[in-house]
C-alpha cells in the first residue's frame, strides 16, 4: 500500500522525536524477515565449510545465538522502538563460496511490526560473524542488511519485490 505523501512516523510536527502512540491499535499477527551478507572470501569460508568454526568456537551457532537475543533486546538499543513480546525468532546462517547469508525470520502477535526485530537480529548475527572470523582475515565487509518482508497491522503484507519507496 504506497502512501500519497510519505512521512517519518517517528518525528513530531514540531521536529523532535518521539515514540509513536499504539494505544488505538488492535494486535494482529506480524512477521518479518530480513537478510544480511557478510563478505568473508573464499579461504575463510572454505574454513568455515569445512571446520564450522574458528578459534572462538563455532561461528554459525554462535551468530544464530547473538541475532536471537539481540532480537529480544532491540527496544533497549533503539531508542523509539517498543518492547515487542516475540512469539519466533529463526535464523539461518549459511555459508556461500565467499560469504555468509544471514537471514532472519520475527513472528509476533502485536500492535506494532517486527521489522526492527528483524533487522537487529540480522544485523548482530553479521556482526558476530565479524567478530568470530576477524583474525584470519581483516577485508571482511558487511552488507547489505535489508528488510525482506513484513506482513500485518494496517499496510499488510510488503515484500522486497514489490518495493517502491525511495531505497529502490
Known amino acids: 500500500m504506497k502512501q500519497d505523501k510519505p512521512e517519518f512516523s517517528h518525528i513530531a510536527k514540531s521536529g523532535s522525536a518521539r515514540m509513536v502512540n499504539v494505544s488505538g491499535k488492535q494486535p494482529s499477527h506480524r512477521t518479518a524477515r530480513a537478510e544480511a551478507f557478510v563478505r568473508v572470501g573464499r579461504n575463510i569460508a572454505e574454513m568455515l565449510k569445512r571446520e564450522g568454526g574458528l578459534a572462538k568456537g ?8 547473538a541475532g536471537i537475543m539481540a532480537a529480544k533486546k ?9 518492547p515487542l513480546a516475540l512469539d519466533a525468532v529463526d535464523i539461518d546462517v549459511t555459508v556461500g563460496e565467499d ?19 528483524a533487522l537487529t537480529a540480522a544485523a548482530v548475527c553479521a556482526l558476530t560473524v ?4 576477524k583474525s584470519a582475515g581483516k577485508g571482511i565487509e558487511i552488507g547489505p542488511i535489508r528488510l525482506m518482508e513484513k506482513t500485518g497491522g494496517k499496510s499488510g503484507r510488503w515484500t522486497r519485490e514489490e518495493a517502491d519507496d525511495a531505497a529502490d
Open 58 to 65: 563455532n561461528v554459525q551457532e554462535t551468530a544464530r545465538i
Open 74 to 82: 532491540t527496544a533497549e538499543m533503539i531508542p523509539m522502538c517498543h
Open 99 to 117: 560469504d555468509v547469508h544471514i537471514e532472519s525470520r520475527v513472528t509476533l502477535e502485536g500492535k506494532t511490526g517486527a521489522e526492527m526485530e
Open 130 to 133: 565479524y567478530d568470530m572470523v
